[in-house]
C-alpha cells in the first residue's frame, strides 16, 4: 500500500486550469482517469486525511503510485480526453457499464453500391444507418419481413448476390416480390438507393407522410378501376400499420429522444436507456456496473451519455436527452452532446405529461433489471459459498456462518415503533421464518433501545426451553428457540420446515455443502421439536452471526442483550448504511470489506431485505391505525361480526343508540357480547362530525363509513411486501 504523501506534486505545480489527470499504479498502469474544471482544487481533494476520504477512493490513492495531468483549454475538451483515455486504458477504478448482452442492430449498408437490410452486432461501421438496438434478433427479422412487402430492399449475402448475378436467376424473394432483385437487373442501383432511403426513412420515424401518399395512390387506383393495383396498395399499408404497431406511440409524433434512467444501491447502479425515435420506442438496452469510485446519481449519468454517444455523430445523438439527475456541470455535457450532433441538444429532467411518465417506466426496468442482476449472482451455489467463507474470515468466526439472522427498527418520528428479524440460510432467504415484532418495553424513538429489547426477547425464551429440555448446562450449545412470553404466535407448519431441513446447532441444511465449512454429523436434536406433533418449534436452532442494521451502539446494545443472556457463542456485527462499514462489539475501528467482496454483498442483501420487511410492517401498522373505527375497541369482536352489525343497523351512530336486546338480534352477537358493545361504545367519545371543504356542510352520519375506516382520513396503502409480511408472525 503505498503512501499518497509519497508521491504528492509539490504546490504550485498543479495548475488551475481544466484538464485530465491519471493515476498510475507502481507498474504505470493507469488506475483511474478523471477530469476537473481546476485540476489544482481536484487533484488537491485526494491528499487530504485518508480517514476523510471515500473508502473506494482511498484504496484509489493508496494503490496509486503516481499521478500525472494533461491541460485543455475547455471543459469540453477535457470531457472528450477523458473518454479517450477510459476507452484506451481501459482503468479499473472508473465506472465501466457492461452490457449483459450484444444488442443486435437493424442496420441498411448505404456505403454499398446495392443497400443490404441485414442485423448487425458489435462495432458500429461508417456509412451504415443503424436502428434500434432491439431486445432480440428475431425481432428484427418480424419488422423487416413486413417492410420488404413494401420496400423490396436486398437482404442476401454477398455471395447469394454475386451467384445470382452469374446464373441470371434471383434467389426465392426475388420471385415472391420480396426483393426487387437488383443482382439481374430488375431495378437500376438509383432505383434500388431510393429505396433503400425510403425504408431507413421510415424505420427513422417518418411514417405519416409514407402512409398518407401510399393511401392517396390507393384511392386514385380505385377511382381508375385498377382495382389490383389498389389491393396491393391497401395490403401494403396493413402490413407497414402492422410494422407500426409493434412499437407503440409514447411521446407526441416526430418526437426524438432518449430517456435515461438509473436504479442504484451502495455497490453497484443499473442503467436503462429507451430509443424514442418519431414518437415510438425504437430500441431498449440496459447496463450494470460496479460502483469502483464515490459517485452521485449525476456521475453516473454522465458516464452512460459517454458510452452512448461517444462515437456517435449526426442524427444518431438524438435531440432531446431526458435523465433522472443532471451531470455537475451540466454545460460541457450539454456543448459536447452539442458537437457531436452537429446541431442544439435539449439535457433534462422531464417534469410533468407524457416524459415523466414515460421516465417512470424506464425507471421501472432499471429496478428490475438490478434486481434480476442480483438474483442472477445471489443463486450461484459458488457464490454464496464464497461469500460465506469470507464473511467468516472478516469476522474472524470458527466457522462459515450457515444461518444469519438481521434484526433492523422502523418508525415514523417515534410512532409504531416495530423491528423486523430475516434469516438468511446458505446464502438465500428463508421467508418462513421471518419475524416481526412490536416495540412494548418503552414509548418513542430509540433505536438503540428498542434493538436491546428486540434481541433480549428473541432469546430469552429459547433460554427457558433449553432449561426445559435439560440441555442448556455449561460448554454446550443452544439448539432451540422460542419467542417471549405471551407472545401470540402459533406454530410454523410442518411442511414449512421439514426435519430434512432444519439443522440442529452448527448443522447445515441438509444436501447442501459450503467450502470451508466444519460440518457436524450429529442427528437433530429432539428439543428442536414439539413433543406433542414431532412438529418443528419457531426458531428450531439458534443463528452463528447475528446482523443489525446500525453502527456501533446498536451493536453494542444486541451484544449487551445477548451478554446479559449469558449467550457467548453467537457472533454480533452491524452494517452501517453511510460507508458499508462492518462493526464489531468491543472494537474501535470498523471491518471495511473490499467493494469486490461477496461477504459484502450477502450482508448488504441482508441488510436491505431486513429494512424492506420492517418498513413494510410499520406502514402496515400505521395504516391500520388510520383505518381504526370505534368498533376496533370491542374486545373479541372479529372482522365479520363487525360487518353483520353495520349492516344491520347502517352505521356505528345507530348502533351506538341501540339497546342491547337490538344488538342481540344481530345473528351471531350474543348477550355478553352485546353488553360488551354497548359499554364500550358508551365510554367512547363521539368522533368529531366531518366538514365538507368544498361547501362548508357538517357531516351529521361521520360514522357510516364501514368498519376500519374513519370518516375524513386518507388511508395509506401497504406497499410491496404485504405477502411477505403474512408469512412473518408478530411478535
Given amino acids: 500500500m503505498a503512501d499518497p504523501s509519497s508521491y504528492r506534486p509539490k504546490p504550485g505545480q498543479i495548475p488551475d486550469s481544466p484538464g485530465v489527470y491519471k493515476f498510475r499504479d507502481e507498474h504505470r498502469r493507469v488506475i483511474y482517469v478523471g477530469k476537473a474544471k481546476s485540476l489544482r482544487q481536484r487533484l488537491a481533494s485526494y491528499f487530504q486525511d485518508l480517514a476523510n476520504l471515500h473508502p473506494r477512493t482511498r484504496t484509489m490513492v ?11 483549454s475547455t471543459e469540453v475538451e477535457a470531457l472528450q480526453l477523458e473518454y479517450s483515455w477510459i476507452k484506451e486504458y481501459d482503468p479499473r477504478f472508473n465506472v465501466k457499464y457492461r452490457d449483459d448482452k450484444s444488442y443486435p442492430y437493424l442496420a441498411v449498408t448505404m456505403n454499398e453500391e446495392f443497400p443490404r437490410v441485414q442485423v448487425m452486432r458489435g462495432h458500429k461501421k461508417k456509412g451504415v444507418r443503424y436502428f434500434g438496438p432491439y431486445g432480440h434478433a428475431w425481432a428484427i427479422r418480424d419488422t423487416v419481413d413486413l417492410l420488404l412487402r413494401v420496400f423490396p430492399v436486398r437482404t442476401c449475402s454477398a455471395g447469394v448476390f454475386k451467384n445470382a448475378s452469374r446464373t441470371g436467376r434471383p434467389c426465392l424473394l426475388g420471385y415472391i416480390g420480396k426483393c426487387s432483385a437488383p443482382c439481374v437487373g430488375r431495378v437500376t442501383p438509383e432505383e434500388h438507393r431510393e429505396l433503400a432511403e425510403e425504408f431507413c426513412d421510415f424505420m427513422a420515424g417518418r411514417t405519416g407522410t409514407y402512409i398518407r401518399r401510399q393511401e392517396q395512390q390507393m384511392t386514385d387506383a380505385a377511382e381508375e378501376m385498377e382495382y389490383e393495383r389498389a389491393a396491393r396498395l391497401r395490403d401494403d399499408i396493413e402490413a407497414l400499420k402492422k410494422a407500426m404497431e409493434k412499437s407503440a406511440v ?3 409524433d416526430a418526437t426524438d429522444a432518449d430517456l435515461i434512467a438509473v436504479a442504484e444501491d451502495e455497490l453497484e447502479a443499473a442503467v436503462q436507456i429507451f430509443h424514442v425515435r418519431g414518437g415510438r420506442v425504437r430500441g431498449q438496452r440496459g447496463w450494470v456496473t460496479d460502483k469502483v469510485e464515490a459517485v452521485t446519481t449525476g456521475d453516473l449519468v454522465e458516464h452512460a451519455l459517454q458510452q452512448l454517444y461517444g462515437e456517435e455523430t449526426g442524427d444518431s445523438v438524438p435531440k432531446e436527452v431526458l435523465v433522472p439527475a443532471l451531470p455537475e456541470p451540466v454545460e460541457p455535457v450539454q456543448e459536447w452532446l452539442t458537437a457531436r450532433r452537429g446541431s442544439n441538444v435539449s439535457l433534462r429532467i422531464p417534469q410533468r405529461g407524457d416524459k415523466k411518465a414515460l421516465m417512470e417506466t424506464v425507471q421501472r426496468n432499471a429496478l428490475q433489471a438490478l434486481g434480476l442482476h442480483k438474483t442472477k449472482r445471489a443463486s450461484d451455489l459458488t457464490t454464496r459459498s464464497r461469500a460465506l467463507e469470507e464473511i467468516a474470515e472478516a469476522l474472524d468466526l470458527d466457522s462459515a456462518p450457515l444461518r444469519i439472522e438481521c434484526y433492523d427498527i422502523s418508525h415514523l418520528q417515534g410512532d409504531d415503533v416495530v423491528a423486523s428479524m430475516v434469516v438468511f ?14 416495540i412494548k418495553g418503552f ?14 426477547r428473541r432469546f430469552k425464551r429459547y433460554l427457558v426451553e433449553k432449561e426445559k429440555t435439560g440441555e442448556w448446562t455449561d460448554g454446550q450449545d443452544a439448539s432451540s428457540e422460542t419467542l417471549a412470553p405471551g407472545a401470540p404466535v402459533s406454530g410454523t407448519p410442518a411442511s414449512q420446515t421439514p426435519a430434512s431441513q432444519t439443522p440442529a446447532s452448527g448443522t447445515p441444511v441438509s444436501g447442501t455443502t459450503v467450502p470451508g465449512a466444519t460440518l457436524s454429523e450429529e442427528p437433530l436434536s429432539m428439543s428442536a421439536f414439539s413433543e406433542d406433533d414431532g412438529r418443528p418449534k419457531r426458531f428450531a436452532y439458534p443463528p452463528q452471526l447475528v446482523v443489525v442494521d446500525g453502527g456501533r451502539p446498536q451493536v453494542a446494545a444486541a451484544q449487551r442483550a445477548l451478554d446479559e443472556l449469558g449467550i457467548d457463542d453467537i457472533a454480533v456485527c452491524g452494517l452501517a448504511k453511510r460507508l458499508e462499514e462492518v462493526w464489531l462489539p468491543d472494537e474501535d475501528d470498523p471491518v471495511v470489506l473490499p467493494r469486490t467482496s461477496e461477504g459484502l454483498y450477502l450482508l448488504q442483501r441482508v441488510r436491505d431485505e431486513a429494512h424492506r420487511f420492517a418498513i413494510t410492517y410499520q406502514r402496515a401498522k400505521r395504516a391500520k391505525r388510520f383505518r381504526a373505527g370505534p368498533l376496533d375497541d370491542v374486545p373479541g369482536l ?8 353495520i349492516k344491520h343497523f347502517g352505521s356505528v351512530k ?6 342491547i336486546d337490538q344488538i342481540c338480534e344481530v345473528p351471531g352477537i350474543g348477550r355478553k357480547t352485546a353488553e360488551t358493545i354497548a359499554v364500550t361504545l358508551a365510554q367512547a367519545a363521539p368522533a368529531a362530525p366531518a366538514v365538507n371543504t368544498a361547501t362548508g356542510e357538517i357531516m351529521e352520519d361521520d360514522e357510516d363509513a364501514a368498519p376500519g375506516t374513519t370518516a375524513g382520513t386518507a388511508e395509506e396503502p401497504v406497499t410491496a411486501g404485504a405477502s411477505d409480511e403474512r408469512r412473518g408472525q408478530e411478535t
Avoid at 440460510?425 to 412490536?438: I, M, N, P
Avoid at 372479529?638 to 352489525?645: D, N, P, T
Fill in 62 to 72: 493508496t494503490t496509486a503510485a503516481s499521478v500525472e495531468w494533461t491541460v485543455v
Fill in 250 to 252: 409514447v411521446l407526441a
Fill in 425 to 438: 440460510e446458505d446464502g438465500l432467504q428463508r421467508k418462513s421464518e421471518y419475524r416481526r415484532f412490536q
Fill in 443 to 456: 414509548a418513542g424513538q430509540d433505536d438503540v433501545r428498542s434493538m436491546h429489547e428486540v434481541i433480549t
Fill in 638 to 645: 372479529g372482522e365479520s361480526r363487525k360487518q353483520a352489525l
Fill in 654 to 659: 345507530k348502533l351506538r343508540s341501540a339497546t
